[in-house]
T-cell receptor, first 115, second 110 residues
Framework: ETGVTQTPRHLVMGMTNKKSLKCEQH?????MYWYKQSAKKPLELMFV???????ENNSVPSRFSPECPNSSHLFLHLHTLQPEDSALYLC??????????????FGPGTRLTVL | AQSVTQLDSHVSVSEGTPVLLRCNYS??????LFWYVQHPNKGLQLLLK??????LVKGINGFEAEFKKSETSFHLTKPSAHMSDAAEYFC????????FGAGTRLTVKP
């Protein structure tokens, strides 16, 4: 596979469940990102990892827990979510974390529904 | 602090006619500006970016945008719309962090 892949593409979970979103990039990049896209709201940057270290965490609730075990994989662990967390979660990668110089490549997203 | 406003939530054009998607920004410092496109069930794709070089920026698929500091604008244009241009378009401003606009949905009528 090429580019940025995300699994699962769709996820329905209850508020007491624990689940994980997975992102994998096949581009040799060293920076990865999680974004949240809610209906009728601007896209929100959640986390940035550069060289497997978290370099940005934009006031995201602790019920979202990212993990970057290596430069090709990024996870978003979810627990005790709320219905308002239902959204499209997008993963992206780039070569370097300086967004103005390094183009981000996005995955297709995981559509999350919290019941 | 920086912010970005996309002035139209929905734009509809006929195939072959010009496209104008409007974006205004607010920033205390010189920003970097971007336009992204998102087709249904796809991730975002970078169309073009401005990073303090030429004020007229050419991107992919025939799109271009002009940075106008005096008007704090970065409008996206294309001379002739194609059916495949139908998508959601996002204007983005970055100083310290990235701020996305709410998006403009472009519809192209045959």
């Amino acid at each position: 596979e090429t580019g940025v892949t995300q699994t699962p593409r769709h996820l329905v979970m209850g508020m007491t469940n624990k689940k994980s979103l997975k992102c994998e990039q096949h581009l040799g990049h060293n920076a990865m990102y999680w974004y949240k896209q809610s209906a009728k709201k601007p896209l929100e940057l959640m986390f940035v990892y550069s060289l497997e270290e978290r370099v940005e965490n934009n006031s995201v609730p602790s019920r979202f827990s990212p993990e970057c075990p290596n430069s090709s994989h990024l996870f978003l662990h979810l627990h005790t979510l709320q219905p308002e967390d239902s959204a499209l979660y997008l993963c992206a990668s780039s070569q370097g974390a300086r967004i103005e110089y390094n183009e981000q490549f996005f995955g297709p997203g995981t559509r999350l529904t919290v019941l | 602090a920086q912010s970005v406003t996309q002035l139209d939530s929905h734009v509809s054009v006929s195939e072959g006619t010009p496209v104008l998607l409007r974006c205004n920004y607010s920033s205390s410092y010189s920003p970097s500006l971007f336009w992204y496109v998102q087709h249904p069930n796809k991730g975002l794709q970078l169309l073009l970016k401005y990073t303090s070089a030429a004020t007229l920026v050419k991107g992919i698929n025939g799109f271009e945008a002009e940075f106008k500091k005096s008007e704090t604008s970065f409008h996206l244009t294309k001379p002739s719309a194609h059916m495949s241009d139908a998508a959601e378009y996002f204007c983005v401003v970055k100083v310290n962090d990235m701020r996305f606009g709410a998006g403009t949905r472009l519809t192209v009528k045959p």
